[in-house]
């Protein structure tokens, strides 16, 4: 492996678009409250701060590349038995410079998001915290670890939202959809080495349908239109629930690792349903776009 490479395997390119979706999300659902509505190509055309969405866009990506990074530095012992091809556990990046890439992600992070405002820069801050939590104390834990990941996807969603500063606490509530979300991801993932347990899978799939629950319940709110959303959840259901079923039938690892990878992916379509229901299915659709490009990188890079 190749020094190039070993450093891209680190940061996990192909989830670093579920991270700009993130970003996206929560931007269309801040902008729907600024009465930007999306007919076709409305949204498009509004004049919206385009210049902080790429910024928080970047911010998003270098927190999501910086607390992988670091996920792996804190990992590395482990990984010398279970993974030992890794990167770090196989000597090609070493331990320190890991952890100073991940460190100088996290920081340049910190600075971009200040550089759209304040309170971006205060979310930001909030990510790190949570994923330094997560990478360093919480990962191992039954409950406290599944929830800690989930906030740091829930916290990027509010970034996106905090482009629009004022919008922050009347859409706090959205966090809890990720939350859910990757919640399930995480109860999957424990089983990707050593296989999993069928009630572990089935926690996952509850957790999973909870998620589709709550964005059909968006349908209750004025700026929130379902129909727009309602196919986009479909999509998400057929990429997600085969590969789960498979791993609950054979709990073998490699099938645990691909109903894992499905699910990472598949927060692009999350987020594209959340953008769909928000300010119409337009942006919705150029959100999905994210997918295919996100898939072709895992097809050279592991999602997890």
Known sequence: ???????????????????????????????????????????IQHQLPWDKVIFTGLASICLYAGGVVLNDVFDAKLDRLERPERPIPSGVVSGFNAAL????????????????????????????????????????QAVAGPLNMGLCRGANLMLGVSIFPENLTALAFLTIIPVVYVAAITVTSRGEVHGSSRSSLDLAFGLY??????????????????????????????????????????????????????AVLSLIILNAALAAGFVGWFFGLLLLLLLPFSILL???????
């Open 1 to 43: 492996m190749s020094k190039i490479r070993a450093y891209l395997t680190l940061m996990r390119p192909p989830n670093l678009l579920t991270a700009v979706a993130d970003i996206l999300a929560g931007f269309s659902a801040s902008a729907s409250l600024q009465h930007v509505k999306g007919g076709a190509f409305d949204f």
């Open 101 to 140: 890439l991940g460190g100088i992600l996290l920081l340049v992070a910190i600075l971009l998001a200040f550089s759209v405002n304040m309170t971006s820069g205060y979310v930001a801050l909030t990510i790190v915290v949570l994923v330094i939590l997560y990478d360093g104390f919480s990962k191992s």
């Open 209 to 262: 349908l909870l998620t589709i629950t709550m964005m059909l319940s968006l349908g209750i709110l004025e700026t929130f239109n379902l129909w727009s959303c309602i196919p986009f959840l479909l999509l998400l259901m057929a990429l997600v629930f085969p590969p789960l079923f498979r791993a609950r039938q054979t709990k073998e690892p490699r099938y645990v690792g691909k109903a894992v990878k499905f």
């Open 298 to 304: 895992a097809k050279a890079f592991a999602v997890t």
